[in-house]
């Protein structure tokens, strides 16, 4: 079964902290994606970031990061002096090739306050 | 490019209506997903479209229905409205080049807020 757990239900911090949203998944494939998406209180949801399971590498983009570690299926996002911009619920998702499913986590909602 | 657009934005139904939530993307993206949030939860899939006129169920379709006529649109009706499809409805779009719509990026409409009561 194919499944998408972040823990964290809520978390609050102190504008300019850092922060890390976990996400662990469970799937079967050898071959999947994982995502991450935001979003704010406006409601829409914001594409963040797309990494397939071949590619283990931790990415950076400005003050967000990605650590991928394929050895306790986990897929965190960091996000470094964190800015009450930031507040928001951001989703991980799981990316089947062979169901062509995505398969998305309840979320972490995340409030900076200043 | 407007993306992907939904209307309306918000309604409110009785029990026991019917509605369309309409669903349309400008960017030529062969797939088309409708999802549903309820409060507190990740999104659910009700119906994906691999194309025009090829629909397949998701994980909650039932008291639902859709079709793909076009590339562009992609209806979901609702038939019978009950109080436990109040939720909000995202229609969602993505380029796939045949290994399903779990390997490519998904971009998300606004959301339609439905309250059924």
């Known amino acids: 079964a194919q499944k998408v757990t972040q823990a964290q239900t809520e978390i609050s911090v102190v504008e300019k902290e850092d922060v890390t949203l976990d996400c662990v998944y469970e799937t079967r494939d050898t071959t999947y994606y994982l995502f991450w998406y935001k979003q704010p209180p406006s409601g829409e949801l914001v594409f963040l970031i797309r990494r397939n399971s071949f590619d283990e590498q931790n990415e950076i983009s400005g003050r967000y990061s990605w650590n991928f570690q394929k050895s306790t299926s986990s897929f965190n996002f960091t996000i470094t002096a964190s800015q009450v911009v930031d507040s928001a619920v951001y989703f991980c998702?799981?990316?089947?090739?062979?169901?062509?499913?995505?398969?998305f986590g309840q979320g972490t909602t995340l409030q900076v306050k200043p | 490019n407007a993306g992907v657009t939904q209307t309306p934005k918000f309604r409110i139904l009785k029990i026991g209506q019917s509605m369309t939530l309409q669903c349309a993307q400008d960017m030529n993206h062969n797939y088309m997903y409708w999802y549903r949030q309820d409060p507190g939860m990740g999104l659910k899939l009700i119906y994906y479209s691999v194309g025009a006129g090829i629909t397949d169920k998701g994980e909650v379709p039932n008291g639902y229905n859709v079709s793909r006529s076009t590339t562009e649109d992609f209806p979901l009706r609702l038939e019978l409205a009950a109080p436990s499809q109040t939720s909000v409805y995202f229609c969602?779009?993505?380029?796939?080049?045949?290994?399903?719509?779990?390997?490519?990026?998904?971009?998300f409409g606004p959301g339609t807020r439905l309250t059924v009561l």
């Open positions: 998702a799981l990316g089947s090739s062979n169901t062509g499913k995505l398969i």
């Open positions: 969602a779009s993505s380029y796939s080049r045949g290994a399903g719509g779990g390997t490519d990026t998904q971009y």
